[in-house]
């Protein structure tokens, strides 16, 4: 029975495989059209080539372009820059200089305070110098006076023992 039912199974595959091909007949008329197709093709695709290496070529202008232009605006602002760290040093190198003008004149102003200071001090004591010195000599002139006239004289001698001059 199985084999039955496996031989009619078969049978009916066949028979159904066999209603569904049907030729199709192929004439002059379709080669012709395939043909004009297949050139309509090539030439799209002819179209397509040109079309692709012309926006290729567009693409490869623009992008000249702009790497010139890049370019161009890279090394403006690198010469920018240059002048930039130029113009910064130079006034660096001014402030330099001008501190050290400015230390220069306070420390030379400071000297020269120091000097006067020093000068009037020593003007101004000198008088005072000068007459300590003549009164030392007019005392120790008049201390030998007075012990001269110690020897002569008791009172007098008599009250140079009571100051502590002589002894």
């Known amino acids: 029975m199985v084999k039955y039912i496996l031989l009619l199974l078969m049978l009916v595959m066949l028979s159904a495989t066999h209603v569904h091909s049907k030729d199709v007949p ?7 059209r395939l ?7 090539k030439a799209t ?19 000249k372009s702009v790497n010139q ?10 010469q920018r820059i240059d ?11 001014k402030l330099y200089t001008l501190i050290l003008w400015g230390f220069g004149i306070l420390f030379g102003g400071m000297g020269m305070l120091i000097s006067f200071v020093m000068w009037d001090r020593r003007t101004a004591l000198a008088p005072a110098i000068d007459k300590i ?9 008049l201390e030998r006076v007075l ?13 140079l023992r ?4 002589i002894s």
């Open 26 to 32: 192929f004439t002059q008329e379709d080669r012709d």
């Open 35 to 41: 043909i004009r197709v297949e050139e309509g093709l």
């Open 45 to 63: 695709n002819q179209r397509i080539d040109g079309f692709d290496k012309s926006v290729n070529q567009r693409i490869d202008g623009f992008d």
């Open 69 to 78: 232009r890049i370019d161009g605006f890279e090394r403006s602002v690198n």
């Open 83 to 93: 002048e930039l760290k130029i113009s910064n040093q130079q006034q660096f190198d």
């Open 133 to 141: 010195k003549a009164v030392e000599e007019r005392e120790e002139l």
């Open 147 to 159: 012990k001269e006239m110690a020897r002569k004289d008791a009172n007098t001698a008599e009250a």
């Open 162 to 165: 009571h100051a502590g001059l």
